[in-house]
């Protein structure tokens, strides 16, 4: 089992900055690629950002490049989201996840282990 948390959601101004963080424990979490998906009201689940097991390997979803970066620090088992310029269309819970497999992954299907979500809104 791998236990995942997310912390630093908020209610931010348009253009403004956020930094989420999803600490993992139970299983080793340095084997694990993580990623970040975000789902708004009334809305699937969409891919925001990927990093593969060791941090060589990241992907994002278009709408988010050059915006967000993802990152780990495997010592503090924990995954980041750094987003800047943040826009309304950003509001949503993200969630972390966790695929066994090590790949950065964009397909909700291939992750094994979920947080509950943290919300950010971003207001105009």
């Known amino acids: ?10 209610l931010v101004q348009t ?10 424990s139970g299983r080793t ?35 988010v490049k050059g915006r967000f970066t993802i990152s780990r620090d495997n010592a ?3 995954v980041y989201l750094q987003m800047n310029s943040l826009k309304p269309e950003d509001t949503a ?6 695929n066994l497999r090590g790949r950065a992954a964009w397909y909700v299907y291939e992750y ?3 947080g ?3 919300q950010v809104t971003v207001s105009s």
């Not at 253009?15 to 993992?24: E, K, N, W």
Request: aromatic share 14%; hydrophobic share 35%; net charge neutral.
């Open 93 to 98: 819970v993200y969630y972390c996840a966790a």
């Open 29 to 63: 979490f340095s084997s694990c690629a993580m990623g970040w998906f975000r789902q708004a009201p009334g809305k699937e689940r969409d891919f925001v950002a990927a990093i593969s097991w060791g941090g060589g390997s990241t992907n994002y979803a278009d709408s």
């Open 76 to 78: 503090k088992n924990t």
């Open 112 to 114: 094994d282990y979920w």
């Open 1 to 10: 089992q791998l236990q995942l948390v997310e912390s630093g959601g908020g």
């Open 15 to 24: 253009g403004g900055s956020l930094r989420l963080s999803c600490a993992a």
């Open 116 to 118: 509950q979500g943290t």
